[in-house]
RNA sequence: GCGGCUGUGGCGGAACUGGCAGACGCGCAAGGUUCAGGUCCUUGUGAUCGCAAGAUCGUGCAGGUUCAAUUCCUGUCAGCCGCACCA
């Protein structure tokens, strides 16, 4: 009977499912057993159902798991769903269907789909990120980040009562820009707005002021942000989630509008992001990646104070309306610029202010108001698509007001220009543009001065110092671009001939000695915007009061459940559709004592949390699923944590990874958890693209199969007419293009263990590799041999023969050598080499009449990974009762990995000519006299002198003759 | 433009710290088993020349280091991914 891959699968399915065979033993059951966490990135469980990409990654880990068990490790590996989001909310628009209904089936599917494969999750401990039982704890996380700040002395997150006891003891006080100040008595700082000509301190603050400070602190706090509103969405978006001005989803248009918003500080944690990144175990790639994206750069922020306009010109207030508002002509105004080259101070010409800059209105004279108004508009009314798409042509006006630089007092017109961003660094910049190259590009626009201040080292200088002479600050370009490297400081005065990096430290010291700069570090990282205008995500524990103040709901009130709506559709307006449950929203405490006391007026926040939030500890529920008074219990984290394999798409490089490292540092500092990262180890495994399509080059392009054509030189040609070049290509799977492979139809042709094989055999893990239903065949085809080898045939007319006699040499050796192979290379994640391996030693195994039972065993051990139902099935019938999941892995004897003789290359000027074989032992003399008289050597060697003779022990000889 | 990764037969891909390039699979070819078929078996399969033994060339391209380079160095080209007016 040929191997039956359908009945066998299903019946070790259900025997795993009803053994609990990959249960994950809680430390106090574990026995001393060591731990290993192997966890692959949680799905949404969309409509779409599994996709060829999922069992990639599942797989992987799972023959890590497997393989771990059978190491003796007590393996925690679990699998769960991301279900809140915004697919099941629009399916539920479109056909009135409850979300939870939805992503009720979408689950059962997904859960069909991935139990099909024969993963060896542990299914008691699923989690579901919309179950109240999960997202009570979300919500409760989210307090903790709602009752901290981050204390900019321990540099970590600590309770908000803290921050009050400090205060109350006038120990220190916190500056909404972050900065510090001890005592705030001595140095007259308001905490409000952390000015220092205000002598006020806390105890003197109103109780409205204190609140103020105080929400202005908290991890998670709400501000009135430009947000990115998406109204075909009818949501706010996160940065990370709008892509070139459009949704990520969807693809429809964001703009830019004010709103009140919840926001976590990230930013708080930007070093430590950065900083404790360097020990992890991930591709240099994707911490490149989060580096890019948190974007640190070191530099100075330096005052150049606004020259007063002449005495007839008044500066005008923005409000117009506003009476008298008109500024007196004596009032002293900086401009705050950040710069990453403070060494290229001298050679700024002019200024330039974001178009969005408050400081624009009260700068710009009468005479240039409408000028700058009428720029304003047009930039207003552009996209970030449009700004963006406009890069090399630059545009800006003269605000007819000019700033003194600090280090020469020269006087500097001040531009404002789109191509400084208001939302980086202090929305205004000083103007180097013989050493920046948008600076340059302006200044060559606007005919401005261009003046070198620093020669490159070795590099020819883009301006001669001749020309700098001749022209001084009237420079015109006269080059083709600006020099943006580091060099030595000319024409700088002070840090004259100093390299940059020291030329920087001393200008800093400088500045920050006269108090006009200081040394700053910026980042592009901004605050994580966290709430939504929709129904399908976790509400906040949160009611609010009249003013907007925001109380946090007890913790026995928790979980805080969706109410159950008819209409969950968008209101188009920025109300989200939680305000239309009008009953739900009315707030009545539970709890009689409260501080403060939580009565009379209040309503609960109706926005939710963004799909992210369950995504960022689920792992951590994994470890406890059930315990319902904690959202994991201390002593299980510590066993378990960190991850020690994580798994999944590179999709989530800066999104999910970047904010679950930020939660988990919050809990870290916050002592919930016991390790400061998560996820020790991770793997990105590359995409699957769609099988290959080949297309004519020519006017009307066709697409051909792939056996019409040839390769050609370089290229491909057509068989029947070669003058038709082919090109080939895969995409990416996708509906549209009718390339998705489903793995339904796959698993119901070739079976699961096929399957698995198939994938993890197509290359290396992280690969981006196309798909190629012609090479599944190849995997068939080895199982239905292994089959054969061990069970026999009677379609073949084979019958296997398996006894316990010795295993023939050099058999025996290839087994010892194949068990430590697969070990090394499933460690290393090298499936497709591990796989080759099996495959070679089944191959020898097909030679043999009888097959020795100890190989029959092991080989089927070491099968059990990769195919696990096939491997199963031959364990039972080689007379075993109990299921091979933690049956010891192979041990291999080291003694056999050595050869006992040994076959070497004879090379005569690196050329192979010859091999020999002697025994390993021999002495290097016997060996080089050996490989001297074999014939290849002495034909080669003949009438020429050796110059040298060269032996590497066990790897080749090498005569080198002239 | 900046950053990262990758270039090996007809295809997917092997090759540990430099040491026999092309493991293993697909495809292809020849032969076998079979009434027949192939999700069967065996053998062969980088290119060129040669009946053959064999020789020469060959890891994107051009150099370099070395007895020896897919591997190290310099330059260059192509592809993929990420970021993108980030001062």
């Not at 600050?473 to 020291?502: H, K, M, W």
């Not at 946090?552 to 979980?559: T, W």
């Not at 500890?617 to 994580?646: C, G, Q, S, T």
């Not at 199963?872 to 003694?895: C, F, N, V």
């Amino acid at each position: 009977m040929p191997y039956n891959f359908t009945a066998t699968e299903k019946k070790w399915q259900q025997y795993w499912l009803e053994n609990k065979s990959f249960r994950a033993f809680d430390p106090a059951d574990a026995g001393g057993m060591p731990k290993a966490y192997v966890l692959d990135m949680f799905p949404y469980p969309s409509g779409a159902g599994l996709h060829v990409g999922h069992p990639e990654g599942y797989t992987a880990t799972d023959i890590v798991s497997r393989y771990l068990r059978m190491k003796g490790y007590n393996v925690l590996h679990p699998m769960g769903w991301d279900a809140f989001g915004l697919p099941a909310e629009q399916y539920a628009v479109k056909t009135n269907t409850h979300p939870a209904e939805t992503t009720r089936k979408n689950i059962d599917t997904f859960r069909r789909q991935i139990q099909m494969l024969g993963l060896s999750y542990d299914w008691d401990r699923e989690v579901d990120t919309t179950d109240p039982t999960y997202y009570k704890w979300t919500q409760w996380i989210f307090l903790q980040l709602f009752n901290s700040y981050f204390d900019p002395m321990q540099e970590k997150a600590l309770p908000i009562e803290h921050l009050l006891n400090e205060l109350q003891n006038e120990n220190y006080v916190v500056a909404p820009d972050g900065s510090v100040h001890i005592n705030p008595v001595q140095e007259g700082m308001d905490p409000i707005t952390g000015d220092l000509r205000v002598e006020r301190i806390w105890t003197e603050l109103t109780p409205e002021e204190r609140r103020e400070f105080i929400d202005g602190q908290r991890l998670a706090y709400q501000a009135e942000v430009a947000v990115n509103w998406c109204p075909g969405l009818g949501t706010v978006l996160s940065n990370e989630e709008v892509i070139d001005g459009k949704s990520e989803v969807g693809g429809f248009p964001v703009e830019r509008r004010p709103m009140r918003q919840w926001m976590l500080r990230i930013t708080a944690y930007a070093d430590r992001l950065i900083a404790d990144l360097e020990p992890l175990q991930w591709p240099e790639s994707l911490k490149e990646m989060q580096r890019n994206w948190i974007g640190r750069s070191v530099g100075a922020e330096v005052d150049f104070e606004v020259v007063p306009p002449d005495e007839d010109v008044k500066r005008v207030e923005a409000n117009r309306g506003d009476a008298g508002d008109t500024r007196e002509a004596d009032e002293d105004l900086t401009i705050s610029v950040f710069t990453t080259r403070p060494d290229t101070l001298y050679g700024a010409t002019y200024m330039v202010l974001a178009p969005e800059h408050p400081l624009v209105d009260r700068i710009t004279p009468t005479s240039h108001r409408e000028t700058i108004e009428s720029y304003r508009k047009v930039i207003a009314g552009k996209s970030d698509r449009d700004r963006v798409a406009e890069t090399k042509e630059k545009s800006g006006v003269f605000t007819g007001a000019y700033a003194i630089n600090p280090v020469n007092d020269e006087k500097l017109p001040i531009y404002v220009a789109d191509y400084v961003l208001m939302g980086y660094g202090t929305g205004a910049i000083m103007a180097v543009p013989a050493h920046d190259e948008r600076d340059f590009a302006f200044a060559k626009k606007f005919n401005l001065p261009i003046r070198q201040v620093v020669r490159g080292t070795g590099i020819q200088p883009v301006f001669s110092d001749q020309e700098n002479k001749d022209h001084g600050q009237n420079a015109r370009a006269t080059v083709e671009q600006a020099f943006t490297g580091e060099g030595i400081a000319i024409n700088s005065d002070v840090i004259n001939d100093l390299p940059t990096a020291e030329a920087k430290d001393k200008i800093i010291s400088i500045l920050e000695r006269e108090g006009t700069g200081k040394r700053t570090v910026k980042y592009k990282l901004r605050d994580w915007l966290f709430s939504r205008q929709r129904y399908w995500g976790e509400p906040f524990p949160i009611v609010l009061d009249e003013a907007g103040n925001a109380y946090d709901i007890p913790q026995s009130e928790l979980p805080l459940t969706l109410p159950q709506i008819e209409d969950f559709k968008p209101t188009g307006a920025p109300e989200p559709p939680l305000s239309k449950a009008k009953d739900w929203l009315k707030y009545e405490s539970t709890v009689a004592q409260q501080s403060p006391p939580l009565s009379g007026g209040l309503t609960r926040e109706t926005n939710t949390m963004p799909q992210w939030a369950g995504s960022c500890w689920y792992y951590l529920r994994y470890i406890d699923p059930h315990n319902a008074e904690r959202f994991v219990d201390p002593e299980k984290e510590k066993y378990w944590m960190p991850v020690d394999l994580y798994v999944g798409g590179v999709e989530h490089a800066v999104l999910h990874l970047l904010y679950a490292r930020f939660w988990h540092k919050v809990l870290f500092d916050l002592g919930h958890v016991s390790s400061p990262e998560p996820f020790a180890r991770l793997i990105n495994q590359g995409l699957i693209l769609g099988e290959m399509e080949y297309h004519t080059i020519e006017d009307e392009p066709r697409k051909v199969a792939d056996d019409e054509i040839e390769k050609c030189g370089e290229s491909y040609a057509l068989k029947s007419d070669p003058s038709v070049k082919v090109k080939a290509e895969s995409f990416k799977m996708s509906k549209s293009r009718g390339n998705v492979v489903n793995p339904d139809d796959i698993v119901r042709d070739y079976g699961a263990d096929t399957f698995r094989l198939y994938e993890m055999y197509m290359g290396p893990l992280e690969a981006q590799k196309p798909w190629n239903t012609r090479d599944i065949i190849g995997m068939t085809r080895f199982l239905n041999g292994v089959w054969r080898n061990l069970v026999g045939d009677e379609e073949a007319n084979k019958v296997a023969k398996i006894d316990p006699i010795a295993i023939p040499e050099p058999l025996d050796r290839q087994m010892h050598r194949a068990i430590r192979k697969v070990e090394d290379d499933v460690a290393a994640l090298r499936f497709n080499v591990a796989i080759a391996e099996l495959i070679k030693l089944n191959n020898e195994m097909t030679k043999l009449a009888t097959i020795p039972r100890e190989l029959a065993e092991n080989f089927t051990l070491m099968l059990a990974p990769f195919a696990p139902h096939i491997a199963e099935e031959l364990w039972e019938r080689l007379g075993h009762t109990k299921s091979l999941a933690r049956r010891p892995w192979p041990t291999y004897d080291p003694a056999k990995l050595v050869e006992t003789t040994m076959e070497l290359p004879v090379q005569v000027n690196g050329k192979l000519r010859d091999k020999i074989s002697v025994p390993a032992d021999a002495d290097e003399e016997t060996i080089l006299t050996t490989a001297a008289s074999t014939a290849g050597a002495k034909q080669w060697m003949e009438g020429k002198t050796i110059r040298k003779r060269l032996y590497v022990p066990k790897k080749l000889v090498n005569f080198v003759v002239g």
